[in-house]
């Protein structure tokens, strides 16, 4: 899972730098509960760069198909969404308008593992985020994409899913979730593969 990303310093140089996936952090990190403030470097940079390709990494480790910065201690307004074949780095994302159709679908988190809500979602959104390589995109989303954006988008503003629920179903989802971890820990221990 490791890989190298060649970072030319402009001064001539050019260095490798080994990436290695991040660290995800639970619920109770507090950066997920902090806004994260708009992101002012110019881009491209090497900087930014190094967090799209770590996020990519940890998001494909977990299984994930969005991560952002803060699930894994990195203070930028940046996440990702999609899957191997298709990607979204969007850097200081906002949404320019959304449907009033709202459709309640189950989502998961990878801060809130085994952890699922039914959570009302716009079904379409249009959007507008910068690229890593600094463009500026305006796109429209439907579905799942828009689901996922929207479920980063709340944690660049220190929203967690779990926000969007009412307690009664919160906590009958939290029960469920600790069976299921109880048991893949049970499996992982006795050398269960899933």
């Known amino acids: 899972m490791n890989d190298t990303l060649i970072i030319d310093t402009g001064s001539g140089v ?3 730098e080994k990436i ?3 660290s995800l952090y639970n619920e109770n990190y507090p950066m997920l509960a ?4 708009e992101y002012n470097q110019s881009l491209p940079n ?3 760069n190094t967090i799209v390709k770590s996020l990519k990494m940890t998001m494909k480790l977990y299984g994930g198909i969005g991560l952002s910065a803060n699930q894994c201690g990195i203070r930028e307004r940046v996440f990702i969404i999609g899957t191997d074949h298709f990607q979204l780095v969007c850097i200081n994302p906002k949404v320019i308008s959304m449907s009033e159709d709202l459709k309640k679908e189950n989502e998961g988190c990878l801060s809130f593992p085994a952890l699922y809500l039914k959570v009302d979602r716009p079904s379409y959104v249009d959007v507008e985020f910068t690229t890593e390589n600094g463009e500026v995109k305006q796109m429209h989303l439907e579905g799942l994409t828009a689901r996922c954006f929207l479920h980063e988008l709340d944690h660049m503003n220190g929203i967690k899913f779990t926000d969007h629920v009412k307690p009664v179903a919160l906590q009958l989802a939290r029960k469920k979730s600790e069976k299921i971890m109880k048991k893949v820990l049970r499996n992982k221990k006795n050398g269960l593969q899933f």
């Not at 902090?34 to 403030?37: F, H, L």
């Open 14 to 16: 050019v260095t490798e």
């Open 20 to 22: 290695e996936p991040l």
């Open 34 to 37: 902090m806004v994260m403030p």
């Open 46 to 48: 090497a900087k930014m």
